[in-house]
């Protein structure tokens, strides 16, 4: 009797060359002696058999399962039969996401450099393009964790950060401030001309982040430390002795649209007071004579 021995089928290319360890990619196994059986199969590293889809002697069509990050051969044959043994090389990687971002609110303009952390961010399916909204973003720096990238602009509203490709939402949210912030109080209102005085500001649409969010004191700006969209606080710098307009910065070179006097005082020396004495229930007009006394509505 004759009997005929098939070789071995070969596998050439996979594409595409990776996906997700969570599994579910679909994957085009392309060679050659693929035979047309329903038992046909791929083998994933030591993952198998993956029920495979035939298409030709030459294609054939496989969902990878779930595997560890890495690198896994991949190969083809019969269930009950050899692989065969081409080595062509599939990387499973870890889905990118977007954990958290430094600041999360910043102008409708865009410009500031926002902070994102996360896993994953560069691998050979990513290179940290994160996306606002679905205007991506310009990279300047990218780690496996973190990555520093430019706030797109032309926005308004809220907007999920996620990476380009990563097919998944994170829970991350960026708000775009419209309109300009607005200085409604400082606490105090007044500072020694020596400067040094802890100042809380109030007021509305706040921002934080590079070149945003510094009070100004005339024309001098200063850290400060934020504490949301409606409170930030503030060192009061040294100034000359008189009233200054303090505002929020809300981009390089440009204010809040409105401010708040700030009257700076040299140290008030009191020499004398007349009356020293009156009623009472009050009423009585005092004069009060010294040094450092300043002509203001806020004293």
Partial sequence: AMYSVSALPEVDVVRPGSGWSE????????????????????RMGSVGPVRAQWVSSDVMHCITPAHVAGGVHVEVGLISADYTDNNREFVYEVRPEVTAAIPVV????????????????????????????????????????????VLPGGHSGFAMLEVEGAGSSSNVVFEYQGASAVVLSSIPSTGSSQGGQPVM????????????????????????????????????????????TM???????????????????????????????????GGTVVSVQGSGLLDSEVL
């Fill in 23 to 42: 599994g579910g990619t679909g994957m085009t196994v392309t060679g050659h002696g693929f035979v047309g059986s329903e038992s046909m199969a791929c």
């Fill in 106 to 149: 910043g102008p409708a303009a865009g410009g500031i450099t926002l902070s994102v952390y996360g896993y994953s961010l560069v691998g050979a399916a990513s290179s940290a393009s994160v996306l606002v909204g679905t205007a991506p973003s310009v990279l300047k720096r990218a780690m496996a964790s973190e990555a520093q990238v």
């Fill in 201 to 244: 500001v109030t007021g509305l649409r706040f921002a934080q982040g590079e070149g945003l969010g510094a009070c100004m004191f005339g024309t001098t700006a200063v850290a400060t430390t934020f504490v949301s969209s409606a409170v930030v606080t503030c060192e009061a710098p040294s100034q000359e002795a008189g009233e200054v």
């Fill in 247 to 281: 505002q929020m910065q809300t981009s390089p070179g440009a204010s809040s649209s409105s401010g708040v006097m700030f009257v700076y005082t040299e140290e008030i020396e009191m020499t004398g007071m007349s009356p020293e004495a009156g009623p009472e229930e």
